[in-house]
Structure formats: C-alpha cells, structure tokens
C-alpha cells in the first residue's frame, strides 16, 4: 500500500482563523455572562419569572460556549491524487453500501440514479463491490437494479469515455442540453442513445410495486408470500466482474437481511451491519464507503480524494473515517424550511475538522473496516489486537468463513482477486444476512455500527472517536455527494424529531459523551462539540421554557427582564447576534430571506419537533413508548424552474402532535397580548412588578417567528391547522392561563 518512501504527505490540513469571527463570538459571550451577573447581583429582582429566565440564560450561555468552542480553530483539508497515484503500487479495494428501506418514500429510480453513479466512479472497477441493502424486500428494487445493470453497460463506458462529470443520469440529462450541440457527431450521437436508454429505463421501473405480482416468476419467485416484516435473507448477484478485469463493471448485490415479526431488527444500523458481514464474506475490502440511496456521486474522483487521508502514512495511523459533507440539489430558493444547513456546513464542518475531527454523518463517509470492527488507536499501534478462536466467535458470530474473513481484516491482508468467488460465498452470506445471527455476539455493541440509538451515525463516530481515533473532513471540488433535501415542512419536522431522539438516545446510554472525555480518548473540545449537536435535544425544551415564561409574565403583569439600565445588556446581544449571524448570510451569497427563514426555523423546528421527539425520548425513559425509525420521504425535484408552483415553500400542516406545541406558543402568545391590550391583567404581587414593553415586544417577535402557523390558523386543507390541533392548543391555552393565574392568587 503507502509507500513509506514517499516523502510528500498525501494530504494536508491548514488551520486559519476568522478573527472577526472570534470576536464577534467572544463578545456574545461576554454579554450573555454580564446578563447571568446582572441577574445575580440584583436581589431586588428576585422572583419566580427572573429565577426561570436565569436557568434558561444559564443554558443558552452554556450552549453558546459549545457552538463557539466547535468553531473556533477552523481547518482546511487538501487532498492529493496526483501523488496518490504515483505512491501507491495498487489501490486498495472498497466496499461500497447503499441503504433503502420503503419503495414508495424512497422511490426506486432515485437508487437506482445512486447506483448507477457508484458503478461509474473513475476507480478501477476490479476494485469496487456495490452492495444494496433492501429493507422493504421488494421486488420492485429488485427489479429496477437489474434493469439498471443493464443500462449500466452502456452508460459506464460512455461516462469514461467522454469523462462526464455527473454520473447520475438524471441530473446528468437534466443538466442544460448544451452537450448535445456539439460539433462531435460520435458523441452526439451517443449523447442521444444513452438518453434515449435511460428514458426507457425510467419508464420501466415506474410501475405501481402493487402490480409487482406479474413479475412473481423466475427468480423473482422467492418474492412471493414475503412482506417487508416477514421473510428469509435474499441474496443476489446482480452485477458480476468475473474477470476482475479493471475496466468493466464493479460487482453490484442486492441484499434484503432476513426479518420476522418483533424480531428487532435495529433499523438502520442492522442493515449496515449485514452489509458489513456479507461483503465480508464476499469481497472483505480493507475500506467500506457507505451512501444513502438518494445521495448520488456528484465527483467521480471522490474515492482517489478519501484514500489519500486514509492510506497517508500518517493518516492510516490516525484517522478511522473520512467524511464528506452532506450537500443537497434542487434545493428551494431561500431554503423556506431551514433545512440546507449551508451556514452551518460552512462554519461547523470546517471547525469540527480542526479539533478530533467531523462527526459520522451517516452517508458520504469512508470507513477503515478493522475500526468497525473494534479495533482501538493503540491495538493498531501495538500491534495488539491478537483475539484467540473464542473471543473472534464470541464477538464476530459463529460463521467460521466470516471469521477467517475477520482474521484476514486485522491482520491487514486483503483478499487476492484470485480468493474472490462471488457466487461460492452467496450460501454463507445467508447465514449471516439472518436475524439469529447476531444473538450473544457484540454487533451493535462492540463491533459494527452502534445499536440503541436511532441517530446510529453519531453515535457509531462517537464510539470511534472515544477509542482514540480521529476522523477527517474531505471537501474536494466539486462537492463528493449531493441528495434529497426534505421539500415540505411536514417531512423536514418528523426527520428533525428522528434525530432529536436518537441524539437524546446517546446522551442518556452508557455513550454519554460526558463519560467519554472522562474515562476514554474523547478529547475535551471534541466533547463539547458532541454537546453541541446533542444541544439539539435538550434546547427544545428550554426554548419552550422562555416562551412560556414570557406569556406568563404579560398574563400574570409581571416582568422577567431587567427594569434599568440593564436591559441595555439583552438588547445589544440580540442587535448584535442578528447582524452578525445576517453578515454571515450575506457573505456566503445568501439573501436576507435566507436568513430570515432560517431564524424564524431555529424557533420553530426545535418547539416543534424537537420537543415532540423530547417528550418521546422522555416517554421512553419511563418505559412507556417505544421509538422507530422514520424514514425520510425523498423526491425527484421538479425538472425545471417554471413548472414550480407558487406554493412551494409554503407550510402545510397535518393532525400529527408535532404540530401541536408551535400552535400552543401561538395561542398562548396571542391571548397574552389581548389580555394586556385590554387590561384583564390582574395587579402583580406588589406595584413596580409591571410587565413592561420589552416583555410584550419579545411576544411579538415570537408571533412573527410563527406566522406561517397564524396564517395556518385561518386557513383550511392542508395550508391549515387541522381543527383538532387548534382545539388541543385552545385547551392548553385555557390550562395555562389557569394556572398563570392561580399563581398569583393562591
Ligand atoms: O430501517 C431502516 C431505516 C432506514 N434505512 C435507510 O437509512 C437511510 C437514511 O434514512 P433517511 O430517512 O434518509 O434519513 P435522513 O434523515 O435523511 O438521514 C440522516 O440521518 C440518519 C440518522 O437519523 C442517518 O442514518 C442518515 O445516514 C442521515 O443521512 C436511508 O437510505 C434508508 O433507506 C434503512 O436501511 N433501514
Ligand atoms: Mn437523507
């Protein structure tokens, strides 16, 4: 592999510093520590409002020093192919996983896009192995990949030939048509072949999966009587390479792991670990490459980017995985839902490669095969990873082919393309794609990826990180990986919800990152960055505090912000934060609707969803409900500008609960206000106690915030509130003011 002779590192990290930046931040800070002292300091004040306000600050400040300590040393990491290709005799081969799990949210053709854009990439294809996982079981995905790998014979020569720069067909041919009107009359021609194919392709997967039966013959026939909680492992080679020669086709598999009812089968992170195992068994690559099905290659050279980091001298020491951003395409103008997180990408990713390094991410990351399996920083170091028979079966299972395969993996050997028969491994690939395999052995709890959390990417890098290693950031041009970006609020709510829970999930295991920088190689800045995204689980639930306490202040006529001259202290944080966080804005090349939208979501997304998925990880603490796995509805994008109708981006509602905390602030806001405007409040406790105008504006920023759901009160069909969700809300309203009141009076 690495040459050692090779002087020039493959890859190199520079850090910079955004000093305004720095400032800006330690400025806000600084304010919001003034803000706790003047809280402290005047006694005065002491009441129920200023006690809860203090705890709140308290939490935003602590959050605000895990948000600026994540970005505060910034890196930049610059891969070198060139050198790559000329240090390395052979590249190493990689095992390439893709994930599906429901034919209708995850329609079939945007895999199939995925695929098709793996099975080009500009890598020798001798050294590629694709693997489908298929939760759904269905036929229907089935079919559609094997239409695809005969598409794929055209279309991957082609790619190579004339160097395309997209390799999922569907962006590729959507792309403008300028390509067509060249003077080359070969590729013209070829240009209007592959078109032709692909628009026959399409046409073929589009078919209702209910009328799937009609293809219930010949190898479909182990289709039948299953369904998407009930049937055996299925296994299939699609695509094989038998040659190895290094210009045809990587190998491509489907897999559907066996699954039977209440038997868990740990979501997602099941799914990745069968397809650990399996292509263990079958191809064993030193290296696994693991996409989401709607996140199709954007940059064909990516694997030549990723093994520069992983094979570096040093790189192969340090660092367990590389991941590339997650960037999306046909994304809405001005990101209505706040959801493109492009600001965030920008500052956090760049921050969070300057310390221990980026979180796993769960699709667009490159993983060292040996670290899934257990392996620590100083195993690899001191070469102390001997496990005796026992142990490999107690930890890997009992297929003695996997755990030659295993052996084979931490020795550092890889297979030969001579050791490789696809078809010969098919029978013990079963064995391990069943739900029985991993009973007494340690998948998902010392090897493979992490189960007990439904966000299992963060957690899987978590683990990693905690052993010692460090995981790196790779940001070639153009961008790795592109995908679907939820395109309405109702699917953006229940993703965001997901990974509330599963972030909650982690803080409360045995994985709480707390204990990680105690007692394990978590380093302590990589820690906070941790707390910073776990932030997203429990900020909900404060952000809904504040909200509350500012109702009850105008309810009650009382006051929760300072009287004098200190209330110069929160007005110049949020002048401050707003024009700072808008300059980011306009210096990415984002308009201010950007920015405004994506400041009215931090407000509605966290008391939305994240509460739900708070109150859900609560309810599952006390033993009373159990948490699945959502999948994330993904759609083809409308093809061109014009055809979008003016509708898109606006919110739409349905009876879930997720929407009934964001009606509840509304309703409560809003009957605080009247309640002020018409004098129903009740005299506070003693005179100088009065609500003041900054209590009543910071209300009034809130309905701002929320107007979609103030337009959504008045209107119906799915632009409005369901009926139900504003009668729930009225009710809890009602209780509130209630209780608001009791306070005073009792
Ligand atoms: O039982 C399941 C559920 C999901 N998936 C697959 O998991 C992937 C991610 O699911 P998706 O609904 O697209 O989730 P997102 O919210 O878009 O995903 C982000 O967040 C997840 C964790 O919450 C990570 O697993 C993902 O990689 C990450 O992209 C998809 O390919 C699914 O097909 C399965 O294979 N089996
Ligand atoms: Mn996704």
Redesign the pocket.
Known sequence: MANPKSVLPLYEKNWYKHTYKRVLDSIILILLLLLLGYRLVSVNNYSLPWFVAFMCECWFTLGWIFTMSTQWNPALVKTYPQRLLQSVEELPAVDIFV???DEEL?PPIITVNTVLSLLSLDYPSHKLSCYV?D?ACSPLIFYALQQASNFAKHWVPFCKKYNVQIRAPFRYFNDDNDECTTNNEEFRQEWLQMKDMYENLSREIDVDPKSIPSLLEREFAIFSNTNRTNHPAIIKVILENKEMVENGLPHLIYISREKRPKQPHH??AG?MNVLTRVSGLITNAPFMLNV???MFVNNPKIVQHAMCILLDSRGEKEVAFVQCP?QFYATLKDDPFGNQMTILYKYLMAGLAGLQGPFY???NCFHRRKVMYGLSSDDVENGSNKLSEEELKQKFGASNELIKSVVHTLERRTYSPSDINVKKTVEEANHVACYGYEYGASWGKQVGWMYGS????ILTGLTMHEKGWRSELCTPDPVAFTGCVPSDNITNMS?HK??VT?LLGIFFSKHCPIFGTIFTKLSFREFLAYMWIINWGINPFVQVCYSCLIAYCIIINSYFLPKDQGIYIPITLVVIYNVYTLYEYLASGLSIRAWWNNERMSRISPMNAGFCGFITMLLKLLGVSNIV?N??KKDLPPFSEDTQDKNVGRYTFDESLVFLPGTTILLMQLTAIFIKLLGFQKQGLRGSYECGMVEMLCSVYLIICYWPFLRGLFETGKYGIPLSTICKGGTLTCLFVFLCRRTISG
């Open positions: 994930t599906t799990a995850e996982s939760d979501f997602k799914a989401d099905c709607d997650q991410g769960g699709t439904i966000a299992e990417d993703q997901r990974w599963g796995f999948i994330t």
